[in-house]
């Protein structure tokens, strides 16, 4: 894998993206985005993920994130990917629907590209980690993370997408807990 694909602090909050090969919508329903879920609860749970800042969208998924700083943060994402590709081809290939086995088709086509994959690529690769540096820059991603649904004429406000920290950040109900962050860069319960 790149360098450009890795972080390199293990102690530091990254803003990373992580997409759906082809950019197909298979996170689009409500079960895509379930896998989504679970797999972020089970990491910050047994790999101690912290979550700043989240969007679920449709075909990728974009996070504030830090490891515990026993690990580095791309290995914890490369091993969410891996599971989560796992459960979404296998619901993919449960529904007997065209759009399923076409999404089934294509990530097989990218897997045999690989030698290193078996079956099927789901995502692509990389997560495009950015090194967070400062208040400005930090509330910056915050920003574009919670316009995206906006941007993308799923909701009218940010808050009003379930699957974002936008909801976390207005003190609404959310699917995912998150650490919240402040402008001087400290974490709140």
């Given at each position: 894998?790149?360098?450009?694909?890795?972080?390199?602090?293990?102690?530091?909050?990254?803003?990373?993206?992580?997409?759906?090969?082809?950019?197909?919508?298979?996170?689009?329903?409500?079960?895509?985005?379930?896998?989504?879920?679970?797999?972020?609860?089970?990491?910050?749970?047994?790999?101690?993920?912290?979550?700043?800042?989240?969007?679920?969208?449709?075909?990728?998924?974009?996070?504030?994130?830090?490891?515990?700083?026993?690990?580095?943060?791309?290995?914890?994402?490369?091993?969410?990917?891996?599971?989560?590709?796992?459960?979404?081809?296998?619901?993919?290939?449960?529904?007997?629907?065209?759009?399923?086995?076409?999404?089934?088709?294509?990530f097989a086509s990218e897997g045999r590209r690989l030698?290193?994959?078996?079956?099927?690529?789901?995502?692509?690769?990389?997560?495009?980690?950015?090194?967070?540096?400062?208040?400005?820059?930090?509330?910056?991603?915050?920003?574009?993370?919670?316009?995206?649904?906006?941007?993308?004429?799923?909701?009218?406000?940010?808050?009003?997408?379930l699957y974002s920290s936008a909801r976390n950040y207005?003190?609404?109900?959310?699917?995912?807990?998150?650490?919240?962050?402040?402008?001087?860069?400290?974490?709140?319960?």
């Amino acid at each position: 894998m790149s360098e450009k694909y890795k972080t390199t602090e293990t102690d530091k909050a990254y803003f990373v993206t992580f997409t759906i090969v082809e950019w197909l919508t298979v996170l689009a329903n409500v079960q895509g985005k379930e896998i989504i879920i679970d797999s972020l609860k089970h990491y910050q749970q047994s790999r101690g993920l912290t979550i700043y800042a989240y969007c679920l969208m449709p075909n990728h998924v974009h996070l504030i994130a830090q490891s515990n700083g026993k690990e580095y943060l791309s290995a914890v994402l490369r091993d969410l990917k891996k599971q989560t590709a796992k459960t979404i081809t296998k619901k993919l290939e449960s529904c007997d629907n065209n759009e399923s086995q076409k999404a089934l088709e294509i990530f097989a086509s990218e897997g045999r590209r690989l030698k290193r994959i078996s079956k099927y690529k789901v995502w692509q690769d990389g997560n495009r980690p950015i090194l967070l540096y400062s208040n400005k820059f930090i509330q910056q991603k915050i920003d574009y993370i919670h316009s995206n649904p906006v941007k993308a004429g799923l909701v009218v406000n940010p808050e009003d997408y379930l699957y974002s920290s936008a909801r976390n950040y207005a003190g609404l109900t959310s699917v995912i807990d998150i650490e919240m962050l402040t402008m001087e860069w400290k974490t709140v319960k």
